[in-house]
């Protein structure tokens, strides 16, 4: 028996695929029947044999003009053989183990194609939608719209126009009772039952969904035309269902991993997609699909959001939503024949204008990708889904060379007399005139830098620069060239190179060494120079290697920052252990977190463990980060293997301690309280209870400084505010993971681990379709 889960969120998903499958058949001119096949064949092939659970298949708008134009020039039974025959080639290529190259293809061009096939579908619909016919070119639809509009048919313009209004007003149902509507019955649902019934209540005669008898419905036949015509056909819907149907994938992976971090771990965990699986599930999805007279299918993001959204768990729901579609087709041919075709394509035509979208061309935009999109776009919609790709991907190398060759040299004189050379991005050949040109005006007899900022440096541009930099030393001057992280290029291997984050104790410093003690000579003062191995100067070598490497990155950015002030968002209260390395587990920078820190993260409550005990060093700090900061967010964060975790169960908290250290434990002493309250629901990572007692004490001791925290009164009045956000966190030392407090279950608190995101190429939303 499928989960209980599964079974509601089937339900949602088929409600939702049915209308939609009629639709872009509808759209697309092949039989309606042929809608209905690709979805039941889609849930029930695909969902069995795919390789992401809650991914769902079936018919798909990034197909449909594809399919259109199949159909015109080839006719249908040729065009479900070209299903079959795509189909087979995606099983070649999931033995091959190729998913994942498809998703090198730039999310730029991907978007810009499924742009382009949404705006010749909502065209062609909207011909449909005003009581018309549309064109086979998007041309010809332009040049007859300004008639249609013209001359519309008010009985179709009626019924569109209820549709599109229902569709984009029932996700706005307001209050606890449009909620509930809204999850009971989808929009497009809802849209298509409320333009039929509007139909049947007025008489208008519209021409309505019309299912022939299965007997007669039609079956693939032997390919018959042009062979490179053939094979292309076959190759471009191959790739457009291949790579929808991965992003998708991954899309839906990042869906339900997002569920699941929201649960705080009480949803059942979802395997990973095997996108090379998820190819061979599309593949034979295709070909039973193409054999049985149906559409081409690709997994849909619209309606994986809604299964993953419903609480599905399994590919159960996928199946069982193809078993519903198969169950209509036979039980309820008689209601989906009362559905008027203008309520099918204004329901399209609303998924056509959303597949360009605006998110999309936001996210583009913001990469400098929109160069790729607008082309990729306009050629998919006035030429062709291959043509529109083959124009994306010649457009993002041509745009890919314009960046590599267009490199950026600045130069500029410091207040010290001497000559600074920035280098921006890859240092090639095509660069080396303008950068001959920045070393020109560096004078003879000069101290220069050259600091190069790129990830490659190619024969002629190092020739070019050594060059200069050996004329620039004979004339007297000094030139010193630096990478990135302020290596010096070309050095002996022998120099020294520090890291700045790497530990002391994991190199040896073998450079000259010049200490200086203040004060008189010997061994209380004066300057001694020596080379070997430094033990005893290694914080002051450190600071060396900051001003030489990461302070000529920064400088420009902590000048604004004393100019401005700083502008925290965060405030993070930590452990003083020195593996916590604050600025690196949390990708900071300066001005991003106020910090505090102290053995144990400990927050003392206002007024103390004991009577007229308080500490007023972290309250001050918290409350100059509340009132005067004004952050948004605490984070106390704990870690595995405290000291002060580990002291406090030795008993050195106890109140009788005299030693600073035991006086500070005091503090700690209601953690020791609520782990004891916790006994037989210890606190879990990542659903799995603490390894040992001190682990235990460690998770508990973060949940019990939170509780302090809301007690400070200035802490208090921000969170009954709404503009204050307290959060818990755990680094786990050893296997250098994060993990962040969620929702418990059963009163234990659940920490749930920080995980990196799969793909950028799901990044910017998911596929429309």
């Known amino acids: 028996m499928p989960p209980r889960a599964d079974l509601s969120a089937s339900i949602a998903v088929f409600l939702i695929a049915l209308p939609l499958s009629l639709g872009i058949a509808l759209a697309t001119g092949a039989p309606l029947q042929a809608g209905l096949v690709a979805a039941a064949v889609g849930g029930l092939v695909a969902g069995a044999l795919g390789g992401a659970p809650l991914l769902v298949t079936g018919p798909a708008a990034g197909l449909t003009v594809i399919t259109a134009e199949l159909i015109q020039e080839h006719g249908w039974r040729t065009t479900c053989a070209i299903t079959a025959l795509a189909g087979l080639a995606q099983l070649i290529l999931s033995a091959l183990r190729v998913a994942r190259s498809a998703l090198v293809i730039s999310?730029?061009?991907?978007?810009?194609?499924?742009?382009?096939?949404?705006?010749?579908?909502?065209?062609?619909q909207l011909h449909i939608v005003l009581g018309g016919n549309p064109e086979s070119e998007v041309i010809d639809n332009l040049a007859q719209l300004p008639g249609q509009l013209a001359d519309p048919h008010p009985g179709a313009l009626a019924i569109s126009g209820l549709t599109v209004a229902v569709l984009l007003l029932w996700p706005r149902l307001p209050g606890g009772v449009g909620g509930a509507v809204r999850r009971a019955v989808p929009a497009a649902l809802a849209a298509v039952l409320l333009a039929t019934a509007l139909t049947s209540a007025t008489s208008?005669?519209?021409?309505?969904?019309?299912?022939?008898?299965?007997?007669?419905?039609?079956?693939?036949?032997?390919?018959?035309?042009?062979?490179?015509?053939?094979?292309?056909?076959?190759?471009?819907?191959?790739?457009?269902?291949?790579?929808?149907?991965?992003?998708?994938?991954?899309?839906?992976?990042?869906?339900?991993?997002?569920?699941?971090?929201?649960?705080?771990?009480?949803?059942?965990?979802?395997?990973?997609?095997?996108?090379?699986?998820?190819?061979?599930?599309?593949?034979?999805?295709?070909?039973?699909?193409?054999?049985?007279?149906?559409?081409?299918?690709?997994?849909?993001?619209?309606?994986?959001?809604?299964?993953?959204?419903?609480?599905?768990?399994?590919?159960?729901?996928a199946m069982l939503h193809g078993c519903w579609i198969l169950l209509a087709s036979g039980l309820l041919v008689g209601l989906l024949e009362l559905i008027p075709l203008a309520a099918l394509a204004a329901l399209v035509m609303v998924v056509g204008v959303q597949m360009v979208s605006?998110?999309?061309?936001?996210?583009?935009?913001?990469?400098?990708?929109?160069?790729?999109?607008?082309?990729?776009?306009?050629?998919?919609?006035?030429?062709?889904?291959?043509?529109?790709?083959?124009?994306?991907?010649?457009?993002?190398?041509?745009?890919?060379?314009?960046?590599?060759?267009?490199?950026?040299?600045?130069?500029?004189?410091?207040?010290?007399?001497?000559?600074?050379?920035?280098?921006?991005?890859?240092?090639?050949?095509?660069?080396?005139?303008?950068?001959?040109?920045a070393l020109a005006q560096v004078p003879e007899g000069a101290t220069a830098t050259v600091e190069l900022d790129g990830g490659f440096l190619d024969h002629a541009a190092y020739e070019t620069l050594h060059d200069w930099q050996a004329a620039h030393i004979a004339h007297g001057g000094r030139a010193e060239i630096s990478g990135r992280s302020g290596q010096r290029i070309g050095e002996p291997a022998s120099t020294h190179r520090c890291w700045p984050w790497q530990p002391w104790r994991n190199h040896q410093c073998t450079a000259p060494v010049t200490t200086t003690v203040a004060g008189g000579n010997g061994a209380h003062g004066g300057t001694s120079t020596g080379t070997g191995t430094v033990r005893h100067d290694q914080l002051l070598s450190g600071v060396r290697n900051f001003q030489r490497t990461t302070a000529p990155l920064v400088r420009r950015e902590l000048a604004r920052l004393a100019r401005e002030g700083q502008r925290p968002g965060h405030l993070f209260l930590t452990c003083a252990d020195s593996r916590l390395v604050t600025s690196m587990i949390t990708s900071s920078g300066p001005g991003d977190l106020f910090t505090v820190r102290n053995v144990g993260n400990l927050v003392p409550r206002p007024g103390g463990p004991a009577a007229g005990e308080g500490d007023d060093s972290v309250a001050a700090a918290i409350e100059y980060a509340v009132t005067v900061l004004r952050v948004t967010t605490i984070t106390v964060c704990g870690h595995s293997g405290c000291g002060a975790m580990d002291a406090l169960r030795a008993g050195r908290g106890s109140l009788a301690g005299a030693s600073p250290l035991e006086r500070w434990l005091r503090h700690a002493l209601p953690s020791l309280e609520r782990l004891a309250a916790l006994a037989g629901t210890p606190p879990c990572l990542d659903g799995r209870p603490a390894t040992d007692p001190l682990e235990a004490l460690c998770l508990a001791n973060v949940v019990q400084q939170l509780d302090h925290l809301a007690r400070h009164e200035c802490v208090a009045r921000r969170l009954a505010e709404g503009g204050l956000e307290l959060r818990g966190m755990y680094f786990h030392v050893g296997q250098a993971q994060a993990y962040v407090l969620g929702p418990g279950r059963g009163g234990a608190p659940q920490f749930t681990a920080v995980r990196p995101d799969e793909h950028p190429a799901a990044e910017s939303g998911l596929l429309a379709s």
Request: aromatic share 2%; hydrophobic share 50%.
């Open 204 to 317: 208008l005669h519209q021409p309505r969904v019309d299912l022939p008898s299965w007997s007669s419905h039609a079956l693939p036949s032997a390919p018959d035309g042009p062979v490179l015509g053939l094979i292309a056909a076959v190759l471009t819907v191959t790739l457009v269902a291949s790579v929808e149907s991965l992003l998708s994938a991954v899309a839906v992976d990042k869906l339900a991993a997002a569920r699941q971090r929201r649960s705080g771990g009480e949803d059942r965990r979802v395997a990973r997609a095997d996108l090379d699986r998820e190819l061979r599930g599309q593949g034979a999805a295709n070909v039973v699909s193409g054999l049985l007279g149906g559409l081409p299918v690709t997994g849909v993001a619209v309606r994986s959001s809604a299964n993953v959204a419903a609480g599905a768990v399994s590919r159960a729901s």
């Open 107 to 124: 999310p730029a061009i991907v978007h810009g194609m499924l742009a382009g096939i949404g705006a010749t579908i909502a065209l062609a």
């Open 358 to 437: 605006i998110t999309h061309i936001r996210t583009v935009t913001r990469y400098r990708e929109l160069l790729v999109y607008a082309p990729t776009a306009l050629g998919t919609a006035l030429l062709g889904v291959l043509e529109g790709v083959g124009i994306g991907i010649a457009v993002a190398v041509a745009v890919a060379l314009h960046r590599l060759s267009h490199t950026g040299v600045s130069h500029e004189r410091l207040p010290d007399g001497s000559h600074r050379l920035r280098v921006h991005g890859q240092l090639t050949f095509l660069a080396v005139p303008r950068l001959s040109r």
